[in-house]
């Protein structure tokens, strides 16, 4: 107890003050909830405030967030060849930095990422494992992680898994994540080896194997389960095909992320595969390990431990003003980002701001956004009004044919919406004048213009990270 | 040997001995101390606290009177804010601790002298050391202590009160350092010639033992533990000085290291309870409470600011991988 004592209290005055965070310790810190569980069951009285910070109070909250921010932006000026010319080049200051003067600084786009990522790396850093992002919505970006980035983020991870009740002891974990998003695997990998629970690492291979490994193995079967929102629609699918019900699995809860989970689908993998919880997460590679976690009232709660987030307008790049849409520009903080850090990213995931009034939710010290809406590059402008993917996936994932994970393409002409949906939409006697009622229901002037029947025509409609599928010789015999 | 003064010892150290320990388990079922997020007391906390326990007492011989009683006053203070504050609000709670303690201190300095000062004394003495034991093994207890921890702990300090008794006697110059002081560290009682009294270390040891044997083992724990605190902590103790010559220094102030016949004792209890089965974490404890209905009745919630743990969620580090 006094050492772990100790042990958070550096942590603590690391994380106030920016150093450099020394992983062991966090490892250590692991292996100290473990045996905390162990004893009593469940963490101590100010694991809450431990875990999410002191930030219900606006003022201790800004002040940290600006020390943190100047910090950072000290040591790029320094190390980071891109950031020290841009501030240059924009007689930036870091020491003269405030939260509200921030947006001096352009943001930093994919893009620039895609034409000098040398220049993104830091000197004095030694790059030891790179990552991509998985392309689904353009050219991959590749990010060079430090082999102290490595061990750090797991660490953390690790024990916000065993501090929100998130990780058990005895769990197993199923992944279904594409194999070449290294850095999600490498750190649930890691993840597993410092918590001691199985992981099961599958990758994203034909669903039938996949929900052949979650339904067997009684005791020993998968009481969590990684994925995307696009692969939990086909193990969804395969489990209605088999007649399967929530008795057939031992699921407690499964994470989502990286594409929009809608309603129908959250519901649905509830009913057919059994967890309590569907989570709908956020993450990125480029800003990890900077995140944001849904409450009990849907707002996604960025974590403002580790990272500075600004919701800005997609046009004029200022702050979007309450119930707006706007992009996410994600600053995560050094001492979490050494290697390859980006300051002001913006994501092009789209949020709206929340209402001006205080939130009542589970998380309500916490700051929050909507969920995310959809890519800005998939934005529509119609009739004055932006259509988000998610407006439009939410109503045709919620349609009686069940259409998962939903297929269509969609383009703004004029006053209204023309979409080409697949034929799976069409399924169970669904007509298209219905799905456009539907939509209508919603306030939005759809109108189905074709129907795909192809399977290659039907993937080409809207690329999904379910169709990042990896061959396996398992289906062969 | 006075017979009558080996009779007298027997049920001040009997009652000490009991009192504290059944208190103190009381208290356990009954109330809940604040829990750091993150800990288990450890092996390692064990060995912190032996080498404050067995450096403290060459400190008590050699500092002045009043930093001496300066430290009692801080070290109580602490222990009896950690055993009321469940129930008293700071308002009230900081008043009465400050009674206490100057009562005590006061009454040391104007009502020494006459068998009713003494027993004024250790009235006051009596219900600090008390409070102070109950808090302070709750503490510990409901940190996580082990009774196979204690049982070790007690064999420890059983092994150095016989070495500072027998071959450097340094527990008897303590007992007499801390005759007629304020806010000694032990109970006891006075009745016209007869004084007798047991110290605060070996009335912890007696109130963890207890508490973590019917947190580990249940109700035959609890039987174990009481039978062994009553007949190898309190009434073999004072038997001693009839046949332990050592112990007597001819009748005058006698020093028994009550931990040296305890300690064997205890650690024995604790494997033949082990025979019986494994012994239950807190947690177990607590499901197997609350299954018979008992739920505490004070649970302690204080806000304060912690710094965070930065620490993203499983999920977003897990299943989040950019486009």
């Known amino acids: ?477 | 040997m006075d017979m009558s003064l080996i009779a007298f010892q027997t049920v001040v150290v009997l009652i000490a001995a009991l009192l504290a320990p059944l208190l103190s388990l009381l208290y356990f079922r009954r109330v809940r101390l604040e829990r750091p997020a993150l800990g288990v007391f450890n092996t390692r906390d064990i060995a912190l606290i032996l080498v404050f326990i067995l450096s403290l007492p060459f400190l008590y011989l050699i500092l002045p009177s009043w930093v001496l009683t300066g430290m009692l006053a801080l070290t109580f203070s602490t222990a009896l804010y950690i055993a009321l504050r469940p129930f008293l609000r700071p308002l009230y709670l900081w008043p009465l601790v400050a009674i206490l303690l100057v009562g005590d201190i006061v009454v040391t300095r104007t009502l020494m002298g006459t068998t009713q000062g003494w027993q004024i004394y250790w009235v006051f003495n009596n219900v600090i050391v008390l409070c102070a034991v109950v808090g302070i093994s709750n503490l510990y207890a409901q940190g996580g202590m082990r009774m196979r921890q204690v049982v070790w702990f007690s064999f420890i300090l059983g092994a150095y009160d016989i070495f500072f008794d027998l071959v450097i006697p340094v527990s008897a110059h303590l007992a007499d350092r801390f005759h007629g002081q304020p806010l000694d560290a032990a109970m006891g009682w006075i009745s016209g010639s007869y004084s007798a009294n047991l110290g605060i270390g070996d009335i912890l040891i007696f109130a963890l033992f207890t508490i973590s044997a019917y947190k580990g083992f249940g109700r035959k724990g609890l039987f174990a533990a009481i039978l062994t605190v009553g007949l190898f902590g309190a009434i073999m103790p004072s038997f001693s000085p009839l046949v332990i010559l050592p112990l007597v220094r001819g009748g005058v102030g006698i020093t028994i290291p009550a931990q040296t016949f305890f300690g064997p004792f205890a650690v024995l209890t604790y494997y033949l309870l082990r025979r019986t089965g494994p012994e239950r974490s807190m947690a177990q404890w607590t499901s197997a409470e609350v299954a018979e209905g008992y739920e505490p009745i004070r649970v302690t919630r204080r806000r304060r600011a912690v710094a965070p743990v930065a620490a993203p969620s499983l999920a977003e580090a897990g299943s989040g991988q950019g486009d």
């Open chain 1, 1 to 477: 107890m006094f050492e772990t004592g100790i042990r958070q209290f550096r942590m603590a005055m690391a994380m106030m003050w920016g150093w450099h965070i020394k992983p062991r310790i966090i490892e250590h810190m692991v292996a100290d909830a473990l045996k905390t569980l162990e004893e009593f069951g469940s963490a101590g009285d100010d694991v809450q405030q431990l875990l999410d910070g002191p930030f219900a109070d606006p003022v201790a909250r800004k002040e940290y967030q600006m020390r943190m921010v100047q910090h950072t932006a000290r040591r790029l000026l320094r190390r980071s060849p891109y950031y020290s010319k841009l501030f240059a080049a924009n007689d930036i200051n870091p020491d003269k930095l405030t939260l509200e003067n921030i947006s001096r600084i352009p943001i930093t786009r994919k893009e620039d990422l895609l034409e000098q990522p040398q220049d993104f790396l830091c000197s004095g850093v030694q790059p030891a494992m790179s990552t991509r992002t998985t392309g689904t919505t353009g050219r991959p970006a590749e990010i060079w992680l430090s082999k102290y980035e490595i061990d750090l983020w797991p660490a953390l991870a690790a024990l916000s898994g065993l501090l929100r009740g998130e990780l058990l002891p005895n769990d197993c974990w199923q992944v279904n994540i594409s194999s070449r998003a290294t850095a999600a695997i490498q750190i649930n990998a890691t993840i597993a080896r410092l918590t001691g629970i199985r992981i099961s690492m599958l990758g994203i291979i034909p669903a039938e194997e996949s929900l052949d490994a979650l339904s067997s193995g009684d005791e020993r079967a998968p009481t969590l389960l990684a994925t995307y929102p696009s692969y939990l629609a086909q193990l969804v699918k395969e489990a209605r095909r088999r007649g399967l019900s929530p008795d057939s699995f031992r699921l407690r809860r499964i994470d989502c992320g990286g594409e929009v989970l809608s309603q129908a689908l959250k519901r649905a993998a509830t009913e057919t595969l059994g967890p309590a919880l569907v989570n709908d997460a956020y993450g990125m590679t480029e800003i990890l390990p900077m995140g944001a976690r849904l409450c009990n009232q849907g707002h996604l709660h960025h974590d403002l431990n580790v990272g500075f987030v600004e919701v800005i307008d997609l046009e004029s790049g200022q702050p979007v003003a309450p119930g707006e849409l706007g992009t996410l520009v994600i600053t995560p903080y050094y001492p979490y980002r050494e290697c390859m850090p980006v300051f002001r990213y913006d994501t092009r995931d789209i949020v709206r701001n929340l209402p001006d009034e205080p939130l009542t939710c589970d998380l309500a010290g916490i700051f929050a956004t909507s969920t995310i809406q959809g890519k800005a590059s998939n934005l529509l402008r119609v009739d004055g009004r932006w259509v988000t993917t998610r407006d439009l996936v939410e109503v045709y994932e919620a349609l009686p044919s069940h259409p998962w994970p939903a297929r269509f393409s969609a383009r703004a002409v004029g006053d209204h919406i023309e979409m080409v949906v697949s034929e799976e939409a069409l399924d169970q006697g669904v007509t298209r004048a219905q799905i456009e009622r539907r939509y209508q229901e919603r306030g939005l002037d759809v109108r189905i213009v074709d129907c795909v029947t192809h399977e290659q025509d039907v993937i080409q409609l809207r690329p999904l990270r379910t169709d990042l599928l990896e061959t396996t010789f398992a289906r062969r015999t």
